[in-house]
């Protein structure tokens, strides 16, 4: 049978069944944008011709990674909120009030081709601006479930003293809930079914319970999903408290929300009894390992929430306080800093960190029956790696095999050699072939300096850590 | 005046003082292998000329890395024993019985690749049969600061019942020792003193009360230092209160041990008291972040060590169990746990990872008059970094600097594009110029099919858990 691509002769890891299903010399036979077969390379080149083969020999074929909690818009101010306390108020809002769609716009390119370069090929982003940022995706090339940053708060928030009830503007909720919206009506499956869009509130504590019940509704009438901070923060629980005398996720089981149409993100001030519940619920988790532990020093209860019957997965949150968006970086932070939790080497593996990153994200944005696993029927998304770079060096496959750990533990990114996204190949011998990089990388630098030049003031005026650091030449 | 190298126009961060010693402007010139000049672009263009002139505009000059832990040799077996309980019995002596010296030289010169490739320029390689090791920093052209491995104990020890005392047998020892005084006698200083050699014994529980004594006698005799494991594991104390009737640091301080010849590389079980008692001493500590994260699930006290008054720095330590040998990677690890341990974000900061990978690593190896900052008259290792990659973009310069905490944060390694190791170029454009690389993994691949073969019937007798997960398609 002809298909057009035929990649032959790699380590294939599936990602199907419990484990990683690895076939050790295996075959990818891909047709339009769909996997039409995988097996030992013996079977598949018996059965299939391509005009397109990629020989994999000394390479890992695989799923493409996952990222399903990204905002890429905020990669224009990257590097700017680390080491820090009350990093939102004094170190992003003192730049973010100074950024234009635009600027977002350029941030967002740089940081999907940052994701690309280190294997992702599906971008949970929830953002600001996403009818603009969702362009960037069409563009690329790459498969993206985004979702609007629905919130009723002005962008001077962080001038609040810390504490004090956040107002809500029911103008600008009108506004980014009408984008949202948008999303679901005219970029739901567009690009062949390569950009889905869910829904994005952007946490309990953003709005009113009127246009948190609304959404709710939404997702209801759209049958999909909610994709939402909760428990993100001691903030988060002081501004429910507050306003409705109870913590986060009580208040979202009152009204309904701890159901399997829930994305939980972040729990990060979730109890262990709380944790369970949601688990419980049906609702899924994410995890953003480098994030939460550079934003706030620590661990989420993940672990407690698949030992609890939950499904949770990894995501790379945001640039300015985690710095970087690499797959591979949040699954060995992932592994590690839940065996530090737990003062147990083997409570969090590089198979679990791996599934975190394919197929048990593909199930958290709801997608697991398009992506997140080779299989006949399923998209085209796969990704190759070099298995001759000296992070992967010396392959073992008897009687153990170490390409898994050497992935998740060694491996930088760079290893990541070919993307095919939907059937397309995006990036070739680590070359994005649809989009000019350096032109995208030029864009971002020059509406950085832009910034940096309007925000001026505010940061000096936030007088931060990061200024203090600054100033005692720590920077 | 005419100089060897001119690197002009970059960021340079020298390292210099109590920060990073940014020059926004900056250049570097080389003579020899030596730094003539570090300044302003304008001043040192106006005062130098080169016929090598390297453009960094738009690149990071910086120090390399010192890596001041590390076992290359045992890179062999990179990845077999991570994820697992009972890891150096269960996961390392299986496989490394067979490991021949020709094959930790292999393994070893991979682990140099991919070290420089991620911005190291000296190696505080602390291995086994390094009189042959030694042989790959001379070809490749690393620094390197060497000590061999000095035990008792023979390579089938892992076969003893877990809390049962090591045996130690002398002809061990001495032919161990050979080679460390040897490394002292013959090596000390050559390659224009690219090639240091300090004392390496193995631990306090891994030799004889009267061997240990000899080596404490031969660090005064050479005056030098002693990189050693201290507190490594419960195992070692163990087998010391078993053996002297108290603890590790207790032991040590009897026996004249903690002074400022002694490199104490893990603490893994000091307590905050005994830690105290090592800084107050003047004895340095190595902490190694992702690899007694991955091992033990442990933070060392790393943070308590400085507190104390004591100079603390980084180390990759080994491929099995840690997998890789990044220091880019290594600043990441270090900073987050340590934020988590403390749940704290702001008490390990970008700074205090950036001076651990470089000039508090030279003071702790005792070669800080030569090497870890860029100033006239230390030896020229330097390194370039490509600040377009995605993970530096953008680069925001005023009024605050992006560029340290995304160099910690944020880069994978592969940002590293040239490393000037001694005055000569080792890597440009990511191209290792000395040896042949691709040979180099060739050889390290060839060798481990070897081991694989030949330690096939340990490992299935060996039993432990990643056999387990290799059987349930884990792996």
Request: proline share 3%.
């Amino acid at each position: 049978m002809k298909v057009d691509i035929l990649i032959t002769n790699g380590f294939v890891v599936t990602m199907e069944g419990r484990g990683v299903g690895m076939i050790e010399d295996g075959a990818v036979a891909i047709k339009g944008n769909r996997i039409e077969a995988v097996g030992s390379s013996y079977d598949i080149m018996r059965e299939y011709k391509a005009e397109h083969v990629i020989d994999a020999k000394n390479k890992l074929v695989m799923p493409g990674f996952i990222d399903a909690h990204i905002h890429t818009g905020l990669s224009i101010i990257r590097g700017v909120a680390q080491d820090m306390t009350n990093w939102m108020q004094k170190g992003i809002w003192p730049f973010s009030k100074h950024v234009t769609t635009d600027d977002y716009v350029k941030g967002s390119m740089v940081n999907i081709i940052e994701g690309i370069q280190a294997g992702t090929t599906t971008f949970g982003d929830y953002d600001g601006h996403m009818t603009e940022l969702v362009q960037n995706y069409i563009k690329i090339g790459a498969r993206a479930r985004v979702a609007e940053l629905v919130n009723e708060i002005p962008d001077n928030v962080g001038d609040l003293p810390v504490g004090e009830l956040y107002p809500f503007h029911s103008s600008i909720g009108e506004e980014k809930l009408a984008r949202n919206i948008a999303l679901m009506e005219k970029y739901n499956g567009i690009e062949n079914g390569r950009i889905t869009s869910i829904l994005g509130p952007h946490g309990p504590d953003m709005m009113s319970l009127e246009l948190l019940q609304e959404m709710k509704g939404l997702a209801d009438k759209y049958d999909t999903k909610l994709h939402m901070h909760v428990a993100q923060g001691d903030r988060e629980i002081d501004q429910i408290e507050k306003r409705y005398g109870k913590r986060s996720i009580d208040f979202l089981e009152e009204q309904g929300f701890l159901n399997e149409r829930l994305i939980a993100v972040h729990l990060t001030e979730a109890t262990d009894e709380e944790t369970e519940r949601v688990a419980k619920s049906g609702a899924n988790m994410i995890y953003c390992a480098g994030s939460i532990g550079i934003i706030d020093g620590i661990v989420t209860p993940m672990l407690k929430f698949i030992e609890s019957g939950g499904t949770a997965c990894l995501g790379s949150d945001q640039a300015p306080g985690n710095n970087c968006n690499n797959m591979i970086n949040e699954m060995k932070f992932a592994a590690i800093l839940n065996k530090v939790k737990r003062a147990n080497p083997a409570v969090f593996n590089a198979t679990l960190a791996l599934r975190s990153a394919t197929i048990e994200a593909a199930k958290v944005l709801g997608i697991e029956h398009e992506v997140g696993s080779l299989r006949p029927g399923k998209k085209a998304d796969v990704i190759l790696l070099n298995l001759e770079e000296p992070s992967f060096t010396p392959v073992i496959t008897s009687p153990v095999r170490n390409i898994i750990p050497n992935l998740v533990y060694s491996a930088r990114g760079h290893e990541v050699e070919t993307s095919i996204i939907d059937g397309k190949i995006v990036m070739e011998n680590r070359k994005i072939l649809t989009i000019n990089h350096k032109k995208a990388v030029q864009d971002a630098q020059e509406a950085a300096n832009g910034i940096a030049e309007r925000a001026r003031e505010d940061i000096l005026e936030a007088e931060s850590d990061i200024l203090t650091m600054m100033r005692e030449g720590m920077l």
